[in-house]
């Protein structure tokens, strides 16, 4: 799949000379492309929404999108590869959910999600904070970029509007960082009014349990963890329902797993099962109304090493899995199956995967495919997306 660019002038020609573009026979900088956010046409409005899930510490997506058809998968993990009598099959003949996913089987099974594996960049970066940045910022090599991706959206398509974007939990999320909007801060939202609220807007208080009773009965661990997340999750929903709202981003913490982390039980199978049980929710409190609009983004800032440790967990490694799920999305597993994954090949003991798709242009699949970005203005958003070229950053197909 190509970028989306169609024509008969040549796509870079065209970006020059588009909103966005350079001027005559000049280069640009960051700061001239990140300042036309705030000057460009980013379509008609539409009622399409983003949920954006930021997994803290760095997803084992070797282990959560399993690729069961790599000879190496068995031979590099001992410890931790899930057997295949346990995986749950997505139906390519290559790849399987970890089985603490079953309860996103559902969104799988409807064609609603797309997992997309080997997502990565070429910058080399180990320190957590660096790579969340790199995320968050959509920018590599430039550290002084303090706007997020989805901030320069809300800048360019809602300047000035209260309400539009808005961070749940008790960090705020960067990623909604802009100049012109100033997103919303809810650490949590006030009981009485969460629990008046998701009556209102037809959130079954079952879909997102917070007590150890509820915890239990949906099959969840009966943790802090578990209860917290739930209460973000829960907020998410109710609040994206506001006809004001666009975008919200929220952070799931405990993915740094390089102690004893667990094949079929464990942290990590803990947390996979929060955040499976947690999109099936969201798509059921919202499959009546606003789901054909959602799409929940489920990232994290790296992957973690293709070989287990003498800890009994991974350490920081490239490429990792993305999750995209949504109504308007074109289910399936993306970048995991015997055409795109050679066996031998893909897992690099000592390190992590070789990656395969650039994470910007999943960023760019959602701001032009579903927040309705004109691709000539893209530069504002995504800086120097007009010259990065090769099929990493060839969009996936999530989305049409």
Same mark, same amino acid.
């Given at each position: 799949?190509?970028?989306?660019?169609?024509?008969?002038?040549? #796509?870079?020609?065209?970006?020059?000379?588009?909103?966005?573009?350079?001027?005559?026979?000049?280069?640009?900088?960051?700061?001239?492309? *990140?300042?036309?956010?705030?000057?460009?046409?980013?379509?008609? /409005?539409?009622?399409?929404?983003?949920?954006?899930?930021?997994?803290? $510490?760095?997803?084992?997506?070797?282990?959560?999108?399993?690729?069961?058809?790599? #000879?190496?998968?068995?031979?590099?993990?001992?410890?931790?590869?899930?057997?295949?009598?346990?995986?749950?099959?997505?139906?390519?003949?290559?790849? !399987?959910?970890?089985?603490?996913?079953?309860?996103?089987?559902?969104?799988?099974?409807?064609? @609603?999600?797309?997992?997309?594996?080997?997502?990565?960049?070429?910058?080399?970066?180990?320190?957590?904070?660096?790579?969340?940045?790199?995320?968050?910022?959509?920018?590599?090599?430039?550290?002084?970029?303090?706007?997020? &991706?989805?901030?320069?959206?809300?800048?360019?398509?809602?300047?000035?509007?209260?309400?539009?974007?808005?961070?749940?939990?008790?960090?705020?999320?960067?990623?909604?960082?802009?100049?012109?909007?100033?997103?919303?801060?809810?650490?949590?939202?006030?009981?009485?009014?969460?629990?008046? @609220?998701?009556?209102?807007?037809?959130?079954?208080?079952?879909?997102?349990?917070?007590? !150890?009773?509820?915890?239990?009965?949906?099959?969840?661990?009966?943790?802090?963890?578990?209860?917290?997340?739930?209460?973000?999750?829960?907020?998410?929903?109710?609040?994206?329902?506001?006809?004001?709202?666009?975008? =919200?981003?929220?952070?799931?913490?405990? &993915?740094?797993?390089?102690?004893?982390?667990?094949?079929?039980?464990?942290?990590? @199978?803990?947390? *996979?099962?929060?955040?499976?049980?947690?999109?099936?929710?969201?798509?059921?409190?919202? *499959?009546?109304?606003?789901?054909?609009?959602?799409?929940?983004?489920?990232?994290?800032?790296?992957?973690?090493?293709?070989?287990?440790?003498?800890?009994? $967990?991974?350490?920081? $490694?490239?490429?990792?899995?993305? &999750? =995209?799920?949504?109504? !308007?999305? /074109?289910?399936?597993?993306?970048?995991?199956?015997?055409?795109?994954?050679?066996?031998?090949?893909?897992? +690099?003991?000592?390190?992590? *995967? !070789?990656?395969?798709?650039?994470? +910007?242009?999943?960023?760019?699949?959602?701001?032009?495919?579903?927040?309705?970005?004109?691709?000539?203005?893209?530069?504002?958003?995504?800086?120097?997306?007009?010259?990065?070229?090769?099929?990493?950053?060839?969009?996936?197909?999530?989305?049409?």
């Amino acid at each position: 799949m190509g970028k989306g660019w169609k024509g008969s002038v040549d #796509r870079r020609t065209a970006l020059g000379l588009g909103v966005a573009g350079m001027a005559l026979g000049g280069a640009r900088s960051f700061a001239q492309d *990140l300042a036309d956010s705030e000057r460009i046409a980013v379509g008609p /409005r539409s009622n399409k929404r983003v949920l954006f899930i930021f997994l803290k $510490g760095g997803n084992d997506g070797i282990n959560s999108v399993l690729p069961m058809g790599d #000879r190496d998968y068995a031979r590099l993990r001992p410890g931790l590869a899930i057997p295949s009598s346990a995986a749950l099959d997505l139906g390519n003949g290559w790849a !399987a959910n970890h089985p603490a996913l079953r309860a996103l089987m559902e969104v799988h099974e409807a064609g @609603e999600l797309a997992s997309i594996h080997r997502v990565g960049h070429s910058e080399v970066a180990t320190s957590h904070a660096r790579a969340r940045r790199i995320v968050e910022t959509a920018v590599t090599g430039d550290g002084r970029v303090t706007t997020g &991706w989805l901030g320069r959206w809300l800048d360019a398509a809602h300047p000035g509007h209260e309400g539009v974007g808005i961070s749940v939990g008790v960090d705020f999320q960067r990623v909604l960082a802009g100049r012109r909007t100033r997103a919303r801060h809810v650490e949590r939202l006030p009981a009485a009014l969460a629990v008046r @609220e998701a009556q209102a807007t037809g959130v079954a208080p079952d879909l997102f349990p917070v007590d !150890a009773r509820g915890l239990e009965a949906a099959g969840l661990p009966s943790s802090s963890q578990s209860s917290e997340m739930n209460h973000r999750l829960k907020d998410s929903v109710v609040l994206l329902k506001d006809p004001r709202a666009r975008v =919200v981003g929220i952070e799931f913490r405990g &993915w740094d797993t390089h102690l004893s982390q667990g094949s079929e039980e464990g942290p990590h @199978e803990q947390n *996979l099962s929060i955040l499976g049980n947690g999109i099936r929710s969201i798509r059921r409190a919202t *499959l009546n109304d606003i789901w054909n609009d959602l799409l929940v983004v489920v990232v994290s800032e790296f992957g973690r090493s293709a070989s287990e440790n003498t800890e009994g $967990g991974t350490d920081h $490694g490239s490429g990792g899995v993305v &999750w =995209v799920a949504g109504g !308007a999305v /074109r289910g399936g597993v993306y970048n995991c199956d015997a055409t795109t994954w050679p066996s031998g090949a893909t897992m +690099r003991a000592g390190a992590g *995967l !070789a990656w395969l798709t650039d994470y +910007r242009a999943v960023l760019a699949e959602v701001l032009v495919r579903h927040l309705g970005v004109d691709e000539l203005d893209l530069d504002a958003l995504l800086p120097d997306w007009s010259q990065r070229h090769g099929a990493e950053f060839d969009y996936v197909g999530f989305l049409s």
